[in-house]
């Protein structure tokens, strides 16, 4: 159940960032601005993806101890 939940969320959240897009490419010359925050934004979520999926020792941590 709780799988589908987030199946469905998942599809409306690309489906609101499709049309986000399309918006920001219609509105062609303001919405570049926000086409870059976007970006922006990616980039930086990836990195710190990529920062936790590095770092063994959190993982340690947060298996071994008490919270």
Known sequence: MEKI???I???IAVAFFICMLAGFIAAFPYGII???LIVAFG???IKVLKERLSRKEDD???KKFEK
């Open 5 to 7: 939940a987030y199946t």
């Open 9 to 11: 969320l998942a599809i």
């Open 34 to 36: 926000g086409l870059l």
């Open 43 to 45: 980039l930086l979520f």
């Open 60 to 62: 340690y941590y947060s």
